[in-house]
């Protein structure tokens, strides 16, 4: 079993300010300490969320060997669009891309989709988290949505002003990070990755 450490802290392996902020509101049994700035993860070469994950979590796990820690590979999957952009969702209008471009470009893509069930699309992450030992445990969470016509409002990050989550009609950019944080694909993660950890074998 992989029994947490008494003082429950973990080094998050992401460059993304915005995701260790909200893995430290969702993975709750923790305390979370990012990566020094700059510090530079490998390329994610994987062709799933979860080879990604694990790329970076093992990178954390050989700079912190005696910590755990935790990494997530996240990313929107636009039906559409067959998938994409999926694993490529951070540089998806290519290396130098910000989320401006990014979304630009998704918005040219479904251009000539105009109903709301014609642009359906979910958000994905899988939470890798290594013991100081090296047992993994991972959790994959979905949240289901569609993609605006427009970004609207200027909360979270990333595709945030283009997702209407289901059940909504506005972006999880006007929703706000409490909303956000009671139905996201990080948090249903982040819930799962305790539950698993937590509960005894
Ligand atoms: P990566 O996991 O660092 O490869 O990057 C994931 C990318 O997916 C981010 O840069 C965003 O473009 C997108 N993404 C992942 N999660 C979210 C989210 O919660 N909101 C908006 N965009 C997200």
Redesign the pocket.
């Known amino acids: 079993m992989n029994s947490v450490a008494p003082e429950r802290s973990a080094v998050v392996c992401?460059g993304?300010a915005h995701k260790v902020l909200e893995l430290g509101d969702l993975l709750t049994e923790f305390t979370l300490e990012p990566l020094p700035l700059g510090t530079v993860l490998p390329p994610?070469i994987g062709t799933t969320f979860l080879d990604?994950a694990r790329i970076k979590a093992h990178a954390g796990a050989a700079m912190y060997p005696d910590r755990w820690v935790v990494a997530?590979?996240?990313?929107?999957i636009v039906d559409a669009l067959d998938g994409a952009p999926g694993v490529h969702?951070?540089r998806f209008a290519g290396d130098d891309a910000t989320?401006d471009g990014?979304v630009r470009l998704l918005l040219r893509r479904l251009e000539r989709f105009a109903d709301a069930e014609l642009r359906s699309a979910r958000?994905a992450?899988v939470l890798v988290m290594l013991s100081p030992d090296g047992v993994e445990t991972h959790a994959t969470g979905f949240v289901e949505g569609s993609i605006a016509h427009e970004p609207a409002g200027d909360g979270?990050?990333?595709?945030?002003p283009v997702?209407i989550p289901e059940g909504h009609d506005r972006s999880?950019a006007q929703l706000g990070s409490d909303v956000k944080a009671g139905m996201?694909?990080?948090a249903r993660a982040a819930r799962e990755l305790q539950t698993r950890l937590l509960t005894p074998a």
């Open positions: 992401t993304n994610e990604n997530d590979d996240s990313g929107l969702s951070a989320d990014n958000f992450c979270g990050f990333g595709y945030d997702f999880f996201s694909h990080r």
